[in-house]
């Protein structure tokens, strides 16, 4: 299994573009996260997904956007690309939050700089 | 407003030492208490807490939680330099999606 994948790893925009970030998992989980860390805090979540077809917002939506069509699948998408996305997103997935088998497995992370 | 403080922020020891970390948490309805270790890349899952006063071990590092006074620790003997990571901490909150809340994470730089 390759676990949680996500294209690109690194990735310069500048301000007003848009960009999808992929992320893909292999494990058959129904969950899956999106979250961005920036420096010197803890991850943030931005949206999530119980399910296909099944998104919901987390503590800081504002600026993207998701959609879940297939269990693998999550994108995040970035509309109008501003300084302030400039952070690392971690897309995560876990296969229950059942208590004991909620543990989230993270991918290895994008890298986007807003100039 | 649920909230996970880790302390020290960042600590520098030297190799061979033994290390605890801390984790202190607020949250509306606790399910579960996480650690992960985070090098240059993705956070990688360590132990998962459920029921006070129960050790999690995994070679030199251990984990306990303490669900009365709310917070954990992480001890690591023995240290390496291959130890020097961030250390975060994560609390899995009541509701159906499983949210993680993570802590800002403890810096831990391990010198020869």
């Known amino acids: 299994n390759a676990g949680v994948t996500q294209t690109p790893k690194f990735r310069i925009l500048k301000i007003g573009q848009s960009m999808t970030l992929q992320c893909a998992q292999d494990m058959n989980h129904n969950y899956m996260y999106w979250y961005r860390q920036d420096p010197g805090m803890g991850l943030k979540l931005i949206y999530y997904s119980v399910g296909a077809g099944i998104t919901d917002k987390g503590e800081v939506p504002n600026g993207y956007n998701v959609s879940r069509s297939t269990t693998e699948d999550f994108p995040l998408r970035l509309e109008l690309a501003a300084p302030s996305q400039t952070s690392v997103y971690f897309c995560a997935s876990s296969y229950s939050t059942v208590v004991g088998l909620e543990t989230q497995y993270f991918g290895p992370g994008t890298r986007l700089l807003v100039l | 407003e649920d909230k996970v403080v880790q302390s020290p922020l960042s600590l520098v020891v030297h190799e061979g030492d033994t290390v605890t970390l801390n984790c202190s948490y607020e949250v509306t309805n606790f399910r579960s208490l996480l650690w992960y270790k985070q090098e240059k890349k993705a956070p990688t899952f360590l132990f998962m807490l459920?029921?006070?006063?129960i050790e999690k071990k995994s070679g030199r590092l251990s984990s306990i939680l303490d669900k009365k006074e709310l917070f954990s620790i992480l001890n690591i003997t023995a240290t390496q330099t291959g130890d020097s990571a961030i250390y975060l901490c994560?609390?899995?909150?009541?509701?159906?999606?499983?949210?993680?809340?993570f802590g800002k994470g403890t810096k831990l730089s391990v010198k020869p």
């Open positions: 459920t029921s006070s006063g």
């Open positions: 994560a609390v899995v909150n009541g509701g159906s999606q499983g949210n993680l809340i």
